[in-house]
């Protein structure tokens, strides 16, 4: 079993959709959690970073933990067609230097 | 946050032969790690390089095959030795941020094409 798993997608939706992208994990002491969007041809570019459990909102952007269920989830509210990219989630352990695990990413689409 | 840049953005090789990628950031950090991402799988760190130290490899991955220099806290080179269309793939660069390094930022990469 993976230690993330995400829905690659591709997913597609009409512009001012709410998009739902989540993961799933399987290691409970996980206690950082990152959203990464990537355009194509560039680097990822953090989006969103949560500390343990609960919601963490900016602007259009809302990042959510459920530690019980080992889920997170990204939601997009008023989807813009610059929203088009790949999101992907990561996290880490406490303590560990190096150790982020990452989904495989979730090919989004935005159409006008 | 951090900016990051990696030269080249691009190039295609021919195979047996080598490719160094550079990474600058424009602060210093203790912490930048390297690493390849191919089409529908996900980041696979392959090293992290620390100033004035060996670099650490990650399971799958040799010096031999990646050799990598931190000369300072602003820069590394991660080296593509010898390669095979096998390599094809992104590299990125990244650091840690945050007392217990709990975010990374990323260069925007390097797309390399192995012939």
């Known amino acids: 079993q993976k230690e993330v798993e995400q829905d690659p997608g591709p997913l597609s939706v009409p512009e001012g959709a709410i998009v739902s992208l989540n993961c799933t994990y399987s290691?409970?002491?996980?206690?950082?959690f990152m959203w990464y969007r990537q355009y194509s041809r560039k680097g990822p570019e953090l989006l969103m970073y949560t500390y343990s459990s609960g919601n963490k909102e900016d602007g259009r952007f809302t990042a959510q933990v459920d530690k019980s269920s080992k889920y997170i989830s990204l939601f997009i509210r008023d989807s813009q067609p610059s929203d088009s990219a790949t999101y992907l989630c990561?996290?880490?352990?406490?303590?560990?230097?190096?150790?982020?695990?990452f989904g495989t990413g979730t090919s989004l689409t935005v159409i006008p | 946050s951090a900016v990051i840049s990696q030269k080249p953005s691009r190039d295609i090789c021919q195979r047996g032969t080598s490719l160094t990628i550079q990474c600058q950031v424009d602060s210093q950090v203790t912490m930048m790690f390297w690493y390849r991402q191919q089409p529908g799988q996900s980041l696979t760190l392959i090293a992290t390089?620390?100033?004035?130290?060996?670099?650490?490899?990650e399971s799958g991955f040799v010096i031999d095959k990646f050799p990598i220099s931190r000369p300072n806290l602003t820069f590394s080179t991660l080296t593509v030795s010898n390669m095979s269309p096998e390599d094809s793939s992104i590299y990125l660069c990244?650091?840690?941020?945050?007392?217990?390094?709990?975010?990374?930022?990323f260069g925007p990469g390097t797309r390399l094409l192995v012939l």
């Open positions: 990244s650091v840690a941020r945050g007392g217990g390094a709990e975010t990374q930022y």
């Open positions: 990561a996290m880490k352990l406490p303590n560990t230097g190096n150790q982020f695990y």
């Open positions: 390089a620390n100033q004035g130290s060996e670099a650490t490899y």
């Open positions: 290691n409970s002491a996980f206690q950082y």
